[in-house]
């Protein structure tokens, strides 16, 4: 079902720790997945992509895992920087549909 | 680096009136689309737009919303009879391709606050 909510989940970490962010995916048709991150009033910013034919991508800093036995993906920050506190949305796409799947959000809270 | 514009970033109205959120999509982009956002929740779609015609709708956007591209530039929303639940951010998106090819970009989003 949806997973809509006013509270989101936060995940706290020090300046300079590794942050991980997860995911779970609605639909085992989607092929292409995106995270992004959304500082306070601001649109979705991109931050990384996967194809459904890769399960591993690295950009710099981040990682982005993804399992499609579970459908699962996660968004890996490296030496996480206050800078890096936002809220991050994975969304996903299927292929021959013209819109992206929001999933619900996690905020990141980076403490010095 | 090109970017999406809207405008305007706040609107404040009262129900049951019109209002238009515009956009102006990256230059070369042939794929439009609009998202909201309300308070504390997640982004949801709206509708795509390609080829001047309406590709996808949501079941949010009903009868009360239509879209425009009115020239080369510009990409419209318009609620005709807001309600108090259109309060939301509206954010515009575009790209060149088509969203299962590419990555979507969007813009700073209107706040919309309807009274």
């Known amino acids: 079902g949806e997973s809509v909510g006013l509270h989101l989940p936060t995940l706290s970490v020090q300046e300079g720790d590794n942050s991980i962010i997860n995911c779970a995916y609605s639909?085992?048709?989607?092929?292409?997945f995106i995270w992004y991150k959304q500082e306070s009033g601001k649109g979705p910013q991109f931050i990384i992509d996967?194809?459904?034919?890769?399960d591993k991508r690295q950009g710099q800093r981040v990682t982005v895992l993804l399992n499609k036995t579970v459908k699962h993906l996660s968004l890996q920050i490296a030496a996480t920087q206050p800078g890096d506190s936002a809220v991050y949305f994975c969304?996903?796409?299927?292929?021959?549909?013209?819109?992206?799947?929001f999933g619900a959000g996690t905020r990141l809270a980076v403490h010095p | 680096e090109p970017e999406v514009t809207q405008t305007p970033s706040h609107q404040v109205t009262q129900m049951g009136q019109e209002v238009i959120l515009r956009c102006v999509p990256i230059?070369?982009?042939?794929?439009f689309y609009w998202y909201r956002q309300i308070l504390g929740q997640k982004v949801e779609f709206l509708v795509s737009?390609?080829?001047?015609?309406?590709?996808?709708k949501s079941e949010i956007f009903d009868d009360q919303f239509s879209v425009e591209r009115p020239d080369g530039s510009n990409f419209t929303l318009k609620i005709r009879s807001t309600k108090l639940e259109d309060s939301a951010m509206y954010f515009c998106?575009?790209?060149?391709?088509?969203?299962?090819?590419?990555?979507?970009?969007f813009g700073p989003g209107t706040r919309l606050l309807v009274l």
């Open positions: 737009f390609y080829n001047n015609e309406i590709s996808e």
């Open positions: 639909n085992s048709a989607s092929d292409y």
């Open positions: 998106a575009s790209t060149r391709r088509q969203p299962s090819q590419e990555t979507q970009y």
């Open positions: 969304a996903e796409n299927i292929r021959g549909y013209n819109k992206l799947i």
């Open positions: 996967i194809r459904s034919n890769m």
């Open positions: 230059s070369n982009h042939l794929y």
